[in-house]
């Protein structure tokens, strides 16, 4: 079975701070997605990535970057963490297909707050 | 307003009753996929239809796609209590290389 694992379940950060989440899948997947979700909100595509070293923006990139150095690995940057990035963090990843079509496998979150 | 659209928000049945979700679309679409997410889970895969299939089955679970109404329904059979969770449709765009994720229906089955 695919795995995709997110290095934590719970984080608790201060605004101004710096921030990495940690995303790794053993399936190699061509295509990793970063997403929030917010209640009555559903998720909300951050970035994503179709390749190592390629990313795409998603719908709601500001205050984000991602980095993808290795197939496996896709890491999500708060630049300078803010109150309203307070939220659940979807990692996913997907084989290629046509478009993003194929189904995603998803981690367990990460439930971050900022303080 | 979002691509994908589930209706109801909330569902409340009884364990061995039926479960039926419905989502709603605006754009044409190349699939349409259902997700369910335990709470405090990530999402999982359940099924996905192609836009030239109508209907499609797996275990207790049925999936319909209407794509003249721009619609889909997933029924949930002899629900479970096991079965309580968010679920959600997510559909790409013929255009685009997105999935676009609705908001979800919390279904909760009572023992």
């Known amino acids: 079975d695919v795995k995709v694992t997110q290095s934590s379940r719970y984080l608790v950060k201060r605004t101004g701070e710096k921030v990495f989440l940690e995303c790794v899948q053993d399936m190699d997947h061509e295509n990793m997605f970063w997403y929030r979700q917010d209640p009555g909100l559903g998720l909300r595509l951050i970035y994503f990535s179709y390749d190592v070293k390629m990313k795409e923006k998603g719908d709601i990139p500001e205050g984000y970057s991602v980095s993808r150095e290795k197939k496996e690995r896709f890491s999500l940057i708060l630049e300078s963490a803010s109150t309203n990035q307070t939220s659940m963090y979807l990692c996913?990843?997907?084989?290629?297909?046509?478009?993003?079509?194929?189904?995603?496998?998803f981690g367990d979150g990460t439930r971050l707050s900022i303080l | 307003s979002q691509q994908g659209e589930e209706d109801p928000q909330a569902l409340s049945i009884q364990e061995g009753e039926n479960a039926t979700m419905n989502c709603s679309y605006k754009t044409s679409i190349n699939n349409l996929q259902w997700y369910r997410q335990n709470s405090g889970r990530g999402l999982v895969h359940l099924i996905l239809?192609?836009?030239?299939?109508r209907e499609k089955h797996s275990g207790r679970l049925r999936v319909t796609l209407d794509t003249s109404k721009k619609s889909s329904s997933l029924l949930i059979t002899a629900s479970r209590a096991a079965d309580t969770a968010s679920y959600f449709c997510?559909?790409?765009?013929?255009?685009?290389?997105?999935?676009?994720f609705g908001a979800g229906t919390r279904l909760f089955v009572k023992a």
């Open positions: 239809i192609r836009s030239n299939e």
């Open positions: 997510a559909t790409d765009n013929t255009g685009g290389f997105k999935t676009i």
């Open positions: 996913a990843s997907s084989p290629s297909g046509t478009g993003f079509n194929q189904p995603q496998h």
